[in-house]
């Protein structure tokens, strides 16, 4: 049986929608990655504070728990003890608000338009996490989300 190979705008058509839900799909991808990982450090942070506040613990438990998690997950970048006091950082300036769930619904709102002719919006979105945490500017959260 011969076939005839796929030419013209019908081609065209297709190969622009799958690459539209490719793009689509990793934006999602990243989007939850960003949230789940912001939650992760707040709650990190928090769980810190809350240990110093309870069983009495000093500075230095920052510095032991860098060194074991950097032990328990080798390769994983992260959590060094400049990105834990960044952790304890955030909780203290965003723990009483509810910024995760307005961090949340606001990423999820938030849909860009999406240039599928251009091939670096592929290679703009990493595929892993670049394992540095930096708390939000001086401006709040608001102002980082609106840069």
């Known amino acids: ?20 839900r490719i ?13 789940d990982l912001i939650q992760l450090y707040w709650d990190i942070g928090r769980s810190i504070v809350d240990k110093q506040e309870t069983l009495g613990w000093g500075e230095s438990v920052v510095e032991m728990l860098a060194k074991d998690l950097q032990k ?12 834990l006091w960044a952790m304890r ?20 709102a938030f849909r860009p ?3 599928i002719h251009s091939g670096r919006v592929f290679r703009s979105i990493p ?9 939000p500017p001086r401006g709040g959260m608001r102002a980082a989300l609106d840069n």
């Open 127 to 135: 595929a892993t996490h670049s394992g540095a945490f930096r708390p």
């Open 23 to 35: 793009v689509s799909a990793r934006l999602h991808a990243a989007r939850a990655v960003n949230r």
């Open 89 to 108: 950082r955030f909780y203290l300036e965003y723990g009483r608000d509810p910024i995760l769930q307005q961090l949340a619904a606001y990423s999820d």
């Open 72 to 83: 328990a997950f080798p390769g994983m970048r992260g959590f060094s003890k400049a990105n």
């Open 1 to 20: 049986m011969k076939t005839k190979p796929p030419v013209g705008s019908d081609y065209a058509a297709f190969l622009t929608e799958l690459k539209s």
């Open 113 to 115: 338009p999406i240039p």
